[in-house]
């Protein structure tokens, strides 16, 4: 540090040497928080800065350590966040995720799932059944006691248990039913597409009032097909871009460059071989990290 206490280029070396390791962990327990790209990565940001600031030599744990302040920075975050997801424009999803390799098994409909506990339970979940870490230090984190944090993660987990995967899809098998949903869906083959779609199927569209998407999820086989057919129009007349089949939040699906010039993902929920849930990612502000 200078003498007015501002980090000087050899202090912010230092600092980086035990920090940039565990970026990537970090990074993941901030957007498995918060669903988004560009906050977890301010969230890390921030963290830095007070590692910087920390009396490191002091710190016995440096993992623990930044894992409490990210969690922590991350709470801060959803306090604020929640007034803005009210008043958010049609279905909100999390920023997409095309990973070559599953780091856990937090899936997009656990995701969604997981907005729906209490800032806490979701913290409580995520560190202790996601990341593995002890009950006392999720305490000492969340600034509990160990049977209250139990306690959120036992809730949590009763409320989470319907989204999680039941049993594990191979992924060539997902991403062959991608593929195909992808084909059927851009050159209007509505019978191939109707037959891989389950009869309970739903699908939800997240535009964020920046593009064009269903305000209301579309429930139902036959308001899915409805929907798909006057979708098969515009991609027959207008074009629809596969740029990537992969992995998007742990779910098979594709990457598409629509007529308009922007990304667009799309993630299938499957079991037992048919599509029970289509989510389409278009809000062009969660898709920047992508270009």
Not at 42 to 50: E, H, N
Not at 81 to 101: I, S
Not at 191 to 219: E, F, H, I, N, Y
Not at 269 to 287: F, H, Q, S
Request: proline content about 5%.
């Amino acid at each position: 540090m200078t003498a007015e206490g501002i980090p000087n280029a050899a202090d912010a070396a230092d600092a980086a040497v035990s920090f940039d390791p565990l970026r990537p962990l970090l990074t993941r327990v901030a957007y498995r928080m918060l669903g988004s790209v560009a906050d977890a990565e301010d969230v890390v940001q921030d963290a830095f800065i007070r590692w910087l600031a920390a009396d490191r030599d002091a710190v016995r744990e440096p993992a623990a350590f930044l894992r409490r302040t990210v969690t922590r920075l991350c709470l801060d975050h959803i306090k604020s966040a929640r007034n803005q997801r009210e008043t958010y424009v049609g279905p909100w999803l999390p920023d997409p995720l095309v990973e070559e390799e599953e780091e856990d098994d937090v899936t997009l409909p656990l995701m969604l799932a997981l907005e729906r506990l209490s800032p806490l339970e979701r913290a409580a979940f995520l560190l202790h059944d996601v990341f593995g870490v002890e009950f006392e230090e999720v305490a000492k984190t969340i600034d509990r006691d160990p049977a209250a944090t139990r306690q959120l993660a036992a809730r949590a987990r009763t409320h989470v248990r319907d989204a999680r995967p039941r049993y594990k899809l191979e992924k060539e098998r997902g991403l062959e039913i991608a593929n195909a949903f992808f084909a059927a869906s851009r050159s209007g083959d509505m019978a191939t597409l109707g037959a891989m779609l389950a009869a309970d199927v739903g699908m939800w569209s997240d535009g964020g009032g920046k593009r064009p998407a269903a305000l209301m999820p579309v429930l139902g086989y036959d308001t899915v097909m409805k929907l798909h057919r006057s979708l098969a129009v515009l991609f027959g007349k207008y074009g629809s871009t596969l740029i990537h089949a992969g992995m998007i939040n742990g779910l098979p699906g594709f990457v598409t460059r629509e007529a308009d010039g922007e990304l667009q993902t799309t993630a299938l929920e499957i079991e037992d071989g048919k599509v029970t849930a289509i989510y389409v990612m278009r809000n062009p502000d969660k898709l920047k990290h992508m270009h």
